[in-house]
């Protein structure tokens, strides 16, 4: 069985923490307001509109595939529930949701439930914006530890507190095109992948996909894309046992520079012995590589799966490969989560009502992990339904090295963390900088950062 951490209790936060958490969000202010009633789920947020007792308000950011499984599984629950009133809210993905959610928790009237990244958890704690889980709690709604991932969970914590509930990992990973990899001798006599573990081995593998293709071996976004960039950065830094790039919640740079310096080498080495474009428009662009059959790999995200199948190829995911062996298996991931932003009070809290919300979730999170997400509930993650899901379920185990971006104010998802450190990454793929100026590039960057004190 794997370890546990049970959640103590911990303090009331101070509004000043709350203000702190508005801005490093990035809180810019409430432009939807105005289009807003008060009656409405977004208008009580801003307004004091107090909603009726039976009323569960629910934030999210998703759209596209995504938000029409999440619309789904809250169909789910209305028709099991139907004495609660369930309004939901969408949001534009990133600093705007974050901070409509920040500031109506700021202003006393937050939704019931969130989502978030489990990457931007530290920081909503620590500005005082989410409420503590307690196991009693959670149990009386069957929410026990021993049913969840034990990865996310324990990323549901700051400092032994648990503050969110993991709905599932969504890593960085490996797509293939099987027909590719057929006719380039890549597949066993089961018809999988051969094993692409070690520096050497997997350029090898995209070099066979390159003599099949007579165009690229593989593909990854790199054009005006810092984020899936810095995801391979962070996937192989850690590979070669680079800790956390910044500490003490972002304050203090401890980036292993020779680390760094050799991953970014081993990025260079992809477009310097042209198994990778070095210039791939977006993430429209390599995908489309894939799907053309003018690349036989592709390195993304998991939540890409849906745009590749509907292109009616011949494919199949795998883990990122183990390109380094100085470490533990890791690949960079996040997680998402529901959370209970703090309510100014009991009654409007609605915590068992929230909580039998969080459940119903997943319950019904084996329609979230049809769009690529690893579920984070074990009863969903080893069902027979999910194991039957491909190629979903093929690369499942990658969640168990799951990076996720070091704490700080500036870090997690969309975050400038990414941004700079992407940014630095890009230069090293494309042959602008070398590798020792990269990683001194990360360096510099990530130190300016630290130096701002965080917003107060």
């Not at 962070?234 to 520079?257: I, K, P």
């Not at 062996?325 to 009070?345: E, I, N, T």
């Amino acid at each position: 069985m794997r370890d546990r951490i049970p959640p103590p209790p911990s303090p009331v936060p101070s509004r000043r923490r709350v203000l702190r958490g508005t801005l490093a969000l990035g809180a810019t202010g409430a432009s939807a307001l105005a289009a807003a009633g008060c009656g409405s789920t977004l208008g009580q947020g801003f307004t004091g509109g107090a909603p009726e007792p039976s009323r569960l308000n629910f934030w999210n950011p998703f759209t596209g595939g995504d938000g029409e499984r999440m619309l789904a599984m809250q169909e789910f629950f209305r028709t099991t529930h139907r004495s609660v009133d369930l309004r939901s809210a969408t949001f534009l993905w990133g600093n705007p949701y974050y901070t409509k959610l920040t500031l109506a928790t700021l202003g006393g009237r937050p939704p019931q439930v969130a989502v978030t990244h489990l990457s931007k958890v530290p920081t909503l704690v620590e500005a005082g914006l989410l409420t503590e889980l307690h196991s009693a709690d959670l149990a009386r709604h069957g929410l026990t530890s021993d049913r969840f991932d034990a990865r996310p969970w324990r990323k549901s914590q700051v400092d032994g507190v648990l503050h969110a509930v993991p709905i599932d990992t969504h890593p960085f990973v490996l797509y293939f095109r099987t027909d590719i990899a057929e006719k380039a001798g890549l597949l066993d006599g089961q018809g999988r992948l051969t094993d692409l573990d070690g520096p050497d081995a997997f350029i090898d593998a995209m070099r066979a996909a390159k003599e099949v293709t007579g165009a690229w071996g593989g593909s990854i976004a790199s054009v005006k894309d810092a984020s899936t960039q810095f995801r391979l950065f962070w996937s192989l830094y850690r590979q070669l046992g680079g800790g956390d790039l910044v500490a003490d919640r972002g304050r203090r740079v401890v980036v292993d520079t020779a680390a760094a310096a050799e991953a970014l080498s081993y990025m260079r080495r992809l477009t310097k012995e042209k198994v990778v474009p070095p210039a791939a428009d977006g993430q429209g662009g390599a995908i489309t590589l894939l799907n053309t059959g003018k690349a036989g790999f592709l390195m993304d995200g998991v939540w890409q799966v849906l745009a590749v199948k509907s292109a009616k190829v011949k494919f199949d995911m795998r883990p990122l490969p183990r390109i380094f062996k100085d470490a533990p298996y890791a690949c960079a991931a996040d997680s998402h989560a529901l959370v209970l932003p703090k309510a100014p009070s009991e009654k409007a809290q609605r915590l068992d009502m929230s909580l039998e919300f969080i459940a119903s979730m997943l319950h019904s999170s084996n329609l979230w992990a049809e769009g690529g997400h690893v579920p984070a509930w074990l009863p969903t993650q080893r069902s027979r339904t999910y194991q039957e899901l491909v190629p979903q379920s093929h690369y499942a185990t990658a969640a168990d090295g799951a990076a996720y971006d070091p704490a700080a104010w500036y870090g997690g998802a969309g975050s400038t963390l990414q941004q700079v450190v992407g940014d630095a990454a890009t230069s090293v793929f494309t042959g602008a900088t070398s590798p020792t100026a990269g990683a001194e590039r990360i360096r510099r960057k990530l130190r300016e950062l630290a130096a701002r004190p965080a917003p107060v």
